[in-house]
């Protein structure tokens, strides 16, 4: 992956094809502040390598919960 493609920011229906959820729980999480974004006057944007990184917590968090 080149430095360009981890510096652009993506769209709230990218992230939901990158994740597969729709927009508007992309929408929700982000307003909740679960997911890291950026507001952009009335347009969350996200950065991929935040989006990844929440991914892996969440990934962690159920294995940890799946052996609890």
Known sequence: MNT???????????????????????????????????????AYRFRRDDIDAYLRDQYAKGVEDAAA
């Open 4 to 42: 360009e493609d981890t510096n652009k920011l993506w769209m709230v229906d990218d992230v939901a094809a990158y994740v597969g959820l729709s927009s508007f729980t992309v929408r929700r999480l982000a307003k909740k502040g679960a997911i890291p974004a950026a507001k952009v006057g009335r």
